[in-house]
């Protein structure tokens, strides 16, 4: 929550400097290219490998012998890939650009192909930094890992301030390495501990590398499917208006607090237990954690979704809306993030389950399901966009092809493993449903008793309004899971507060 909130502030500071169109628009494109290769050489793809294999390797071989070379073997491969990637990035900058971009202004364009040279290098740091962070999650070390997002955020924020007087856009190139390398430095005393370290090894004959590799590239596929997805979208939104590409990243960046706080978290967390339980064939507490993380999900970001839709317009202004971000870009960010949200469950349960299939190395599911839900999303993005939604039409054709590939996944999970309890999981749908339409309910009276004191902007009453409104859903959604009978819920808060909850 803390790094989530970070990032918050620090968009808040970009768009509050450059505003939600024009060089933002540059901006929010250009770091889409790196961060998207972070997915696919970082902690996405090839993390996806590399933990299940480390939490095999640490389980048949406890002195740490293999989990140690096969770490080394890893920091090797990727800088062997990424530093001739990143020198020709630099190289063939214009062709890539002309190619990811479709921006009418032939000053973006230039704008972009200097910004993208500058840039693109923090991929090698945050690749090393999902290394370690993929050991220390493997050991079972969270906190650490969790928190080097806020270290990259505060280099961000501290390079604007300094340099966007004679710097421009330019100002976050320099706060985007240091925060790389300050994500690697921060982690280095755990990793150390756990008696690892930054050597090379090019050896690559061992048996676990080649299991990695051997994962790492059916993962590779599903995932690159995603990113050229991503891409796309920005692609479509760079030849829309001024301001699209601005308006989808900002709308991302509040959709993604729930999705890193729920989503991710619990991914974190399950993703190495279901590993270690598939390597020692642990069938029941592997399904026991695949049904515990899709529940947590469920019970989450439902009332996240109900909030984003009511609530999302308000604070976007809250959160935005000064210097040149002006009332339009909250206008525009806010449509597309109430289109985002309505896919925000089926987003968050789908990676879940991909990384379930994962665990049991079960690759080829997960890419043909990701396959057709991008067929699906690039289809309606062609027709949507063209329509009056314009940007808007490019979140909801998302948010719709997310919710056929989850009830794909959640099918094919039921029919091949036969062992999901869907009495179970149905109940709780029954539940949040039910405080759901509560909440909804509740945030209409809201809004209704109060939408003659709102604000524009950015101000003190919207402030302490919206807090009211959090406040207010957090109690119905308490309230109710409680009064239902959520048992998972139960479980969650009784570890915490269980002296103050009566005994049933």
């Known amino acids: 929550m803390a790094t989530r909130l970070f990032g918050l502030v620090r968009n808040a500071i970009i768009n509050a400097i ?4 024009g060089h933002a628009d540059v901006w929010h494109l250009v770091f889409m290219i790196p961060n998207n290769f972070r997915k696919l050489f970082a902690e996405g793809a090839l993390s996806s490998a590399f933990i299940p294999v480390l939490s095999s390797a640490i389980v048949e071989d406890p002195q740490g012998i293999s989990s140690k070379k096969i770490t080394r073997n890893i920091i090797t491969f990727q800088l ?21 971009a479709l921006f009418s202004d032939p000053e973006k364009i230039e704008l972009s192909i200097t910004l993208f040279r500058y840039i693109f290098s923090y991929i090698l740091f945050v690749s090393i930094s999902a290394v370690i962070m993929g050991v220390l999650n493997s050991h079972n070390v969270f906190i650490p890992p969790a928190l080097t997002p806020l270290l990259f955020s505060c280099a961000v924020i501290s390079s604007i301030f300094i340099f966007h007087k004679t710097l421009g856009i330019f100002a976050m190139a320099p706060g985007i390495i240091i925060g790389g390398l300050a994500q690697i430095i921060f982690q280095l005393p755990w990793f150390f501990k756990k008696g690892y370290d930054l050597s090379l090894n090019f050896s690559f004959r061992n048996s676990y590398f080649k299991q990695i590799m051997r994962l790492w590239l059916p993962i590779l596929a599903a995932s690159s499917i995603f990113t050229i997805n991503q891409q796309i979208a920005m692609l479509f939104a760079s030849s829309l208006e001024d301001g699209s590409t601005s308006a989808i990243a900002n709308a991302l ?37 695949f049904s515990y993380g899709l529940n947590f999900i469920l019970i989450f970001l439902v009332p996240a979704t109900i909030g984003y839709i009511f609530l999302g ?19 525009l960010t806010y449509n597309v993030l109430s289109a985002y949200s309505y896919g925000l469950f089926s987003l968050g349960a789908f990676t879940f389950c991909q990384r379930f299939f994962y665990s049991l190395k079960n690759f080829k599911t997960p890419l043909i399901i990701s396959t057709l839900i991008v067929i699906i999303d690039v289809a309606l993005s062609l027709w949507l966009k063209e329509t009056s939604l314009r940007v808007t039409g490019l979140a909801i054709a998302n948010s719709i092809a997310f919710s056929i590939g989850l009830v794909i996944i959640l099918y094919l999970i039921h029919k091949e493993l036969g062992s999901i309890k869907v009495t179970y999981l149905f109940g709780n749908v029954l539940r949040v449903a039910a405080t759901a339409a509560l909440l909804t309910g509740s945030l209409l009276l809201f809004l209704f008793a109060t939408k003659m004191y709102w604000k524009p902007g950015s101000s003190l ?3 302490i309004f919206i807090l009211a409104g959090v406040f207010i859903s957090i109690i119905i959604v308490f309230f109710m899971y409680y009064v239902t009978n959520l048992k998972i819920f139960r479980d969650i808060i009784g570890e915490r507060f269980k002296k103050w909850l009566p005994k049933k």
């Open 80 to 100: 062997i890939i990424l530093i001739p990637l990143t020198v020709s990035a630099i190289i063939f900058a214009r062709p890539i650009i002309n190619v990811l």
């Open 18 to 21: 450059f505003g939600g169109a």
């Open 313 to 331: 317009k308000q604070i976007i202004a809250l959160i935005f809306e000064r210097g040149n971000f002006t009332h339009e870009h909250t206008e």
């Open 253 to 289: 960046v509040f959709f993604q607090l729930p999705f890193g706080m729920i989503t991710a978290s619990i991914t974190t967390v399950l993703f190495p237990r279901m590993s270690r339980q598939a390597a020692s064939k642990d069938s029941e507490g592997l399904l026991s954690s």
């Open 461 to 463: 009453i919207n402030g």
